[in-house]
Structure formats: C-alpha cells, structure tokens
C-alpha cells in the first residue's frame, strides 16, 4: 500500500495547533470518522482504495489508527495500521496509509502519528514493521528513516500508477531477520512448479538479512523506534 505524509518538510516545523488531539479509532466499525479517513487519505495516496479496504483495517485492527483532530472534531491526519504473523515467523505491524491535511503538515502531526501506532505495535508485542512509501517521496523517507527503519526492497512499478516503491522496515528485537519464514499453506504441488517459488522465499531472507546487518551497523540494536535517537 502506500503513505503520504505530504510535500512539506517535517524538520522544520512550525507551530503545532494547540487544539489538536491524537484519538484512536477504537473498536466502533462504523465510526463517524470513516467518511472522513477516506477523503483524506484518497487526496494522498498513489492509488484508490474501495470502502472495503478501510474496513478490512479498521474493523480488525481498530485499535491501530490514530487520528489528529482539531477543537471542532475535524479530521487532521491519521494512520492506518495491522499486526498479524508474516508467514508463520515474526510477529509483523504494518503501516498501510498516513495522511496529514496539506495546510497542517510541517507540525510533526505525521510523525506523531506514526510514533503513537510503534508504540501500539509493540504492545501488541510486533517483531518488526513494514511499509511501503513512494521512492521519490522524500518527506516520508525522512520521518521513517529518522524513527529508524532503513529500505529493504526496491519495488518496481509497484503502485497501480506505475510508480515505484521502497519497502522500508523497523526491526524491534534482535534477531529477526534469521528467523525463518514459510509460504502460504497451499494445496500440494508438484516439485518442479515448488522449485519454481523456492527463490522468491529465498529472496526475502536475504533482504532481511541484509537489512539486519545495516541496521546493526548503525544503529548497533539501540535504537529507541519511540524516541527516534540512540
């Protein structure tokens, strides 16, 4: 999926609305908010999500959005986030969409909001979590690379506009990445069509791998992802 924080650089900020409140969506389905996510987030994003979609997240994982509100209840920006198993291995948090409102962003509402549902992965005891934001979306590469995920992949003309992505990661526990991974549980099938999927499964180690020792290179697993320092 995809995230858009928006055009404005979040390192200089300006005043941050004093009115504002960080809420979460709960575990009401049909929150009056819905109608709103969905305007905001379709001003943003690179492609178009149906109903169901928001749904799909919200009536699952509810408790993983957070909203930005104004003094008048109006929406500001939001998150948009699931945790479940990733092929039978890590516990994996998933940030799906994040918006600001164009004339409130550079106030460190996104960051915030992205902040607030790290902190709800991990309650909900995530090993890591995963993204996917544009490759030349430079203000959003900016706030997660400074809460410290690093790129995994480089998805080619991932998004329906035929955009390309990167796929970014925050490893929360050491030792993630070598923890193994299966496919699907699917119907048997014969050993030369299963030698066929072998290297994409391949593939994904090695990209965690990879990333496990970027990570450990430079941030040496002391990384605080809540606190976005050392």
């Given at each position: 999926?995809?995230?858009?924080p928006?055009?404005?650089?979040?390192?200089s900020?300006?005043?941050?609305?004093s009115?504002?409140?960080y809420?979460?969506?709960g575990t009401?389905r049909?929150?009056?908010?819905?109608?709103?996510?969905?305007a905001?987030?379709s001003n943003?994003?690179?492609e178009?999500?149906?109903?169901?979609?928001?749904?799909?997240?919200?009536?699952?994982w509810?408790?993983l959005?957070?909203?930005?509100?104004?003094?008048?209840?109006?929406?500001?920006?939001v998150?948009?986030?699931?945790?479940e198993p990733?092929?039978?291995?890590?516990?994996?948090?998933?940030?799906?969409?994040?918006?600001?409102?164009?004339?409130h962003?550079?106030?460190?509402i996104?960051?915030?909001l992205?902040?607030?549902?790290?902190e709800?992965?991990?309650?909900?005891?995530?090993?890591?979590?995963v993204?996917?934001?544009e490759v030349?979306?430079v203000?959003?590469?900016?706030?997660y690379?400074?809460?410290?995920f690093?790129?995994?992949?480089?998805?080619?003309r991932?998004?329906?506009?035929?955009?390309t992505?990167?796929?970014l990661i925050?490893y929360?526990?050491?030792?993630?990445?070598?923890?193994p991974?299966?496919?699907?549980?699917?119907?048997p099938?014969d050993p030369?069509?299963?030698?066929?999927?072998a290297?994409?499964?391949?593939?994904d180690?090695?990209?965690?791998?990879?990333?496990?020792?970027?990570i450990?290179?430079?941030?040496?697993q002391?990384h605080?992802?809540?606190?976005?320092g050392l």
């Amino acid at each position: 999926m995809a995230d858009q924080p928006g055009s404005s650089n979040e390192s200089s900020l300006k005043t941050q609305d004093s009115t504002l409140q960080y809420i979460c969506y709960g575990t009401e389905r049909e929150s009056p908010y819905l109608p709103a996510i969905k305007a905001l987030i379709s001003n943003d994003l690179s492609e178009p999500y149906s109903i169901y979609v928001y749904r799909y997240f919200l009536y699952q994982w509810g408790d993983l959005c957070f909203m930005a509100v104004d003094g008048q209840n109006d929406l500001i920006g939001v998150i948009v986030c699931k945790v479940e198993p990733h092929r039978g291995g890590p516990m994996r948090g998933y940030i799906a969409m994040l918006a600001t409102r164009q004339t409130h962003r550079g106030q460190g509402i996104a960051t915030k909001l992205v902040r607030m549902a790290i902190e709800a992965m991990i309650a909900k005891d995530a090993d890591e979590i995963v993204l996917e934001t544009e490759v030349d979306n430079v203000p959003s590469l900016k706030i997660y690379e400074r809460l410290g995920f690093i790129r995994s992949k480089r998805l080619h003309r991932y998004y329906l506009n035929g955009n390309t992505a990167f796929r970014l990661i925050l490893y929360l526990k050491p030792g993630i990445p070598y923890r193994p991974t299966y496919p699907p549980d699917y119907p048997p099938i014969d050993p030369l069509e299963a030698s066929y999927y072998a290297p994409a499964f391949q593939d994904d180690a090695l990209a965690r791998q990879a990333a496990q020792m970027q990570i450990e290179d430079v941030y040496g697993q002391s990384h605080n992802p809540t606190q976005g320092g050392l």
